[in-house]
């Protein structure tokens, strides 16, 4: 386990690049299953889930370079199998991409149960839905198995809720069915939206992209291509939330400003002094000031991945915020540890926590138990008066390239050790 040893109280300030979407990452690598023409990924994120997913691939045959850099080249001429390696599935839960995939390729998956962040809190039952609905049988074996000897058939189904995975893994067997799939009640996102444009240039058109009902064209021959991935707007987001948490001035390019709108509208709220100009988010010295309710949604609403700091940004705020995280159980319950840094906080339940601020912070050793609350456990560690030491730090890791390295070059007092 690594620990990263934070000595809080200094202003972040510089400028700084995001990668590119991690959320888009898995599933366009995943789709370059579906051909057997090299694709060519740029603005790849250099983090750990992307190296388990490419490894993923390798195991099933495929080739791929450049891990490492910012551009893969992936081509799955031939795959060797269909059961993902489940030493490395149990270490991602993105592995269930590969679902639909292998079932489009293969015509039969054997998965172990994907791990990653809250892997017991969240099924896979809507893959499986959407996976049925198109023509695949679930087999009483060991693991998730399925079969569809005789290939994926078009399908119009509703999934039962509009899950982000859910939606590509649809999406990514929709392909390979020869006519029109309709998948209602889609997820919205921008990485949703973006695997949607992959599709349409390998020769899948996909209709509706960015709403809630799309129309797949599929059963075409699919042919490689080369895609640059969107600025990560999740950790545009972070990052500027670490600049107002510390009063520092920070310069956040690479993420689309249409992606950062449900962040920034939330911060503008709570004082954060923020523009928008191109490519690039500036954030300015603020006076912070809290907001009577924040409320995750599905896009475009606030999305749950930066409620953990934007809990850390309320400590900061002048009132109380009651923030409400409906769509995850278990992150606001990692932030529980931020009272014995004097926060003044009250948990109501699982999905619901009410923050009274300003609180000074003081540090503490803290505890990374998922991505985004692990990033949020640092900003209050960059924040906090004296030394904090956060475990788990290569948690965060997997979804924040080069994090220690950035942090130094933004002025923070940061050291990483491994136990």
Known sequence: MATLRVTGGRRLSGRVEVSGNKNAALPLIAACLLTSDECVLENVPHIKDVDVMARLLQDLGASVSGLGTSRLHVRAAELAGAAPDPRLVGRLRGSVLLMGALLARRGRVRLATPGGDFPTRRTISTHVQALVALGARVMDEEGHVLEAPEGLK???????????????????????????????????????????????????????????????????????????????????????????VTRGEMVVAGARPEDL??????????????????????????????????????????PSDIVSLM????????????????????????????????ADLFLCDSHRIIVTGPTPLRGKTLDSRDIRSGMALIAAALAAEGE???????IVERGYARLSERLLALGAQVERSAD
């Open 154 to 244: 078009p399908a119009s189904f509703y999934l039962d809720e509009a899950s982000v995975t859910g939606t590509e893994t649809a999406l990514l067997a929709a392909a390979a069915a020869p006519g029109i799939t309709e998948i209602r009640h889609a997820a919205c996102e921008p990485h949703v939206v973006e695997l949607c444009r992959f599709l349409t240039a390998m020769g899948a058109p996909v209709e509706g992209a960015g709403t809630p009902t799309l129309r797949v064209h599929g059963g075409g021959k699919l042919r490689g291509v080369t895609h640059r991935i969107d600025g990560d707007y999740i950790e545009a987001g972070s990052w500027a939330v670490l600049a107002a």
């Open 261 to 302: 709108e449900p962040i920034t509208s939330v911060m503008q709220r709570m004082g954060v002094y923020c523009e928008i100009e191109g490519d690039e988010l500036r954030v300015y010295d603020s006076r912070l000031r809290a907001i009577r309710r924040l409320t995750t949604g599905l896009w475009p609403g606030f």
């Open 388 to 394: 904090s030491d956060v475990l788990g730090v290569e």
């Open 311 to 342: 809990t850390v940004l309320a400590t900061q705020a002048e009132g109380r915020t009651l923030i409400h995280d409906w769509l995850y159980e278990l992150r606001l319950f990692a932030l529980e540890q931020l009272s014995g840094m004097r």
